[in-house]
């Protein structure tokens, strides 16, 4: 038996203003997109924002259902839409921000495991890292270069 460690690195900026500019309007957007959430079942409001290399900028919120496992995270919404709208683009850049009516999130909230699935799947896709930065409501965002770099051991089409 032998232990392997996988690492993990995150940049972490004390605030947004840190972010150059192109990344902060991303993050402004995310902002943004994140009022459009329909969250009555969570009162968790995620907003992503997401830079295609033909200078789009696609945005989205999680959308919630009665039928709980219905609803789908923003991360998702927008790489969905991008990948059906902008099939030949190439991912670029994600900013990712989630607030709760029931507490203040000041810590970066990262994707969920689902999202980081969906999202590596693009990356495999284009052969090129897509960045990924996350921030609460406000305040701190860490910064991954990679999907990848989040999810160490990734299920991808080889394993078919
Ligand atoms: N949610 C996201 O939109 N993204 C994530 O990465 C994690 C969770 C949403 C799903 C649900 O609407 C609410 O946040 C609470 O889980």
Not at 70 to 83: D, H, K, M, W
Not at 95 to 114: E, K, M, R, V
Not at 126 to 146: L, R
């Amino acid at each position: 038996m032998k232990e392997i460690n996988i690492p993990c690195v995150v940049h972490v900026y004390d605030d947004r203003d840190q972010l150059t500019a192109d990344v902060k309007d991303l993050m402004e957007s995310a902002v943004s997109a994140r009022d459009s959430a329909y969250a009555p079942y969570s009162d968790f409001k995620v907003g992503a924002a997401l830079l295609l290399d033909n200078g789009e900028v696609i945005t989205g919120s999680n959308q919630e259902n009665a039928s709980y496992p219905s609803g789908l995270c923003a991360e998702r919404t927008v790489v969905y839409y991008a990948g059906a709208k902008y099939p030949d683009a190439r991912f670029l850049k994600m900013c990712i921000t989630a607030a709760s009516s029931n507490s203040t999130t000041f810590d970066p909230i990262p994707p969920c495991g689902a999202c980081r699935q969906a999202i590596v799947e693009y990356e495999i896709k284009q052969e090129s890292p897509i960045e990924i930065y996350f921030m609460g409501a406000s305040g701190k965002v860490m910064k991954s270069h990679s999907l990848a770099n989040l999810l160490p051991l990734v299920f991808d089409k080889s394993v078919l």
